[in-house]
């Protein structure tokens, strides 16, 4: 279900919409922000909640590793893309689950009219580390319907 209204959309939001996402702010298009689940260095897994206000996607980037690695994530909330590069985007709702092995450049975020919120989860490997790449053009973005 879409959500264009920001107070609804908190109402549906299981896990809550958190901070303003500035240390990465400046990885994104539009205003995100981040909820932690689990705190960063001491469990083995990083959880957040990543909630996207309406258009807002995040740059293209690479999560890499010498073994292991991606990420993971599970829809909760909204409506959101994810893309990677050579591929159809994939329309995000509810109990959606993407997997995104190591090297696969991608991008993902909201549609263009609705709030959208995702649990990311960093999967351990060895050697990992994020490349942040170009911005989803709004010409390319524009055009996902």
Request: a negative charge; proline letters at 6%; hydrophobic letters at 35%.
């Amino acid at each position: 279900m879409k959500y264009q209204n920001r107070e609804e959309f908190e109402k549906v939001d299981s896990f809550g919409v958190g901070a303003p996402n500035d240390a990465f702010a400046k990885y994104f298009v539009g205003n995100s922000f981040l909820k932690p689940l689990t705190e960063f260095g001491k469990c083995p897994v990083f959880l957040a909640n990543v909630t996207f206000e309406p258009g807002c996607r995040n740059n293209w980037h690479i999560h890499h590793a010498k073994s292991g690695g991606g990420q993971l994530l599970i829809c909760t909330a909204g409506e959101g893309w994810y893309q990677e590069e050579g591929k159809e985007a994939v329309s995000l709702v509810p109990g959606t689950v993407i997997t995104i092995p190591a090297e696969v450049k991608h991008w993902h975020g909201a549609k263009a009219d609705s709030w959208f919120s995702h649990i990311a989860v960093e999967v351990p490997g060895e050697e990992c580390s994020n490349e942040w790449c170009e911005p989803v053009s709004d010409e390319d973005y524009n055009k996902l319907v």
